[in-house]
């Protein structure tokens, strides 16, 4: 734990290489076209850009960026867009090919370029791309954003770098508030069981355990040795609640509840915000719900043992 490494992710800025006159459905906007890879993304670029850039997000909300497989409309999209933002951390192995079909090379940043990112625990020397976890990351996030808007809209600095500004005290905000909510916890009830492992980075900057069944990457099965672990530490620890995600399948994780029985203390956003009108419908609302989830479903007694 707290192995830390500090990678700098290579800033695919590449210059625009599209052959012919391709570009030139791109000229029918009126407004530059920025890309997102995952819905957390999307949500913060809307955040900053306004009504000045129009932002696409590339992931459906609820979906697995993990193991996302592109549709057509998604090289397209690419095709005509001034620039890609995605997060980088090697979250989007399909992002590559994706971009080769889409004609040619387009401006890209990653969006966590310059977080000090966790090491992969299983497979060393790769990154744990989950980094949204720790809030005060997301000012990296939101810096790189602004980089980027500013590239294709020069003219909207001033309105970016003010929207992020405003962005970024809510931010700490949110930073307290999950600092001060998991304090009301027990410090033996500061643990977090769920799928797949995407809360490290959430563990470290509040001081959480944290446990999955699934490593970082969802790509990977569950190992039989990891989920008779997992029982017995709910188990010696009377944890109350384990916690599946919305992007992730619930079966594996449901079944060891039932057999080491804890509850599943609820559904927690891991890769993806929830659905528009949810409270998780945004970075800043997800976080709160899955901190608020956590908190409640720990402080309930455990089920009695058989
Ligand atoms: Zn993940």
Same mark, same amino acid.
């Given at each position: %734990?707290?192995?830390?490494?500090?990678?700098?992710?290579?800033s695919?800025?590449t210059?625009?290489?599209?052959?012919?006159?391709?570009?030139?459905?791109? *000229?029918?906007?009126?407004?530059?076209l920025?890309?997102?890879?995952?819905?957390?993304?999307t949500?913060?670029?809307?955040?900053?850009?306004?009504?000045?850039?129009?932002?696409?997000?590339?992931?459906?909300?609820?979906?697995?960026?993990?193991?996302?497989?592109?549709v057509?409309?998604? +090289?397209?999209?690419?095709?005509?867009?001034?620039?890609?933002?995605?997060?980088?951390?090697?979250?989007?192995g399909w992002?590559?090919?994706?971009?080769?079909?889409?004609?040619?090379?387009?401006?890209?940043?990653?969006? +966590?370029?310059?977080?000090? +990112?966790?090491?992969?625990?299983?497979?060393?020397?790769?990154?744990?791309p989950?980094?949204?976890?720790?809030?005060?990351?997301?000012?990296?996030?939101?810096?790189?954003i602004v980089?980027?808007?500013?590239?294709?809209?020069?003219d909207?600095?001033?309105e970016?770098?003010?929207?992020?500004?405003?962005?970024?005290?809510?931010?700490?905000?949110?930073?307290?508030?999950?600092r001060?909510?998991?304090?009301?916890?027990?410090?033996?009830?500061?643990?977090?069981i769920? *799928?797949?492992?995407?809360?490290?980075?959430?563990?470290?900057?509040?001081?959480?355990?944290? %446990?999955?069944?699934?490593g970082?990457?969802?790509?990977?099965?569950?190992?039989?040795?990891?989920?008779?672990k997992?029982?017995?530490?709910?188990?010696?620890?009377?944890?109350? +609640?384990?916690?599946?995600?919305?992007?992730?399948n619930?079966? %594996?994780?449901?079944q060891?509840?039932?057999?080491?029985?804890?509850?599943?203390?609820?559904?927690l956003?891991?890769?993806?915000?929830?659905?528009?009108?949810?409270?998780?419908?945004?970075?800043?609302?997800?976080?709160?719900?899955?901190?608020?989830?956590?908190?409640?479903?720990?402080?309930?007694?455990?089920?009695?043992?058989?």
């Open positions: %734990m707290g192995k830390k490494l500090t990678i700098l992710i290579i695919f800025i210059t625009i290489a599209l052959i012919g006159c391709s570009g030139s459905e791109g *000229s029918e906007r009126d407004r530059p920025v890309v997102a890879t995952t819905t957390i993304i949500d913060i670029a809307e955040e900053i850009a306004g009504d000045r850039v129009e932002v696409h997000g590339i992931m459906p909300i609820g979906g697995d960026p993990h193991i996302y497989q592109p057509p409309g998604d +090289a397209r999209m690419i095709a005509q867009s001034d620039l890609v933002l995605l997060n980088g951390l090697q979250l989007e992002l590559s090919e994706l971009a080769r079909h889409a004609g040619g090379t387009r401006p890209m940043i990653s969006v +966590a370029d310059g977080v000090s +990112a966790l090491e992969d625990e299983e497979r060393h020397g790769e990154p744990d989950h980094a949204w976890f720790d809030v005060r990351n997301m000012h990296i996030y939101v810096d790189n980089r980027g808007l500013v590239k294709v809209d020069p909207g600095e001033e970016y770098v003010q929207r992020a500004d405003e962005y970024k005290k809510k931010l700490d905000e949110l930073d307290t508030w999950v001060e909510q998991i304090e009301t916890l027990p410090e033996d009830r500061r643990i977090l769920t *799928s797949h492992d995407a809360f490290r980075y959430f563990g470290e900057a509040y001081g959480v355990k944290v %446990m999955a069944l699934q970082i990457s969802t790509e990977a099965q569950p190992q039989t040795k990891d989920v008779i997992l029982v017995q530490t709910i188990r010696e620890h009377t944890i109350p +609640a384990v916690f599946i995600e919305t992007s992730v619930p079966r %594996m994780l449901e060891i509840a039932r057999d080491a029985g804890a509850r599943i203390g609820g559904e956003f891991s890769d993806s915000i929830g659905a528009p009108g949810h409270e998780g419908g945004s970075y800043l609302g997800m976080v709160r719900y899955n901190v608020r989830t956590f908190v409640e479903a720990m402080k309930e007694d455990p089920i009695t043992q058989k």
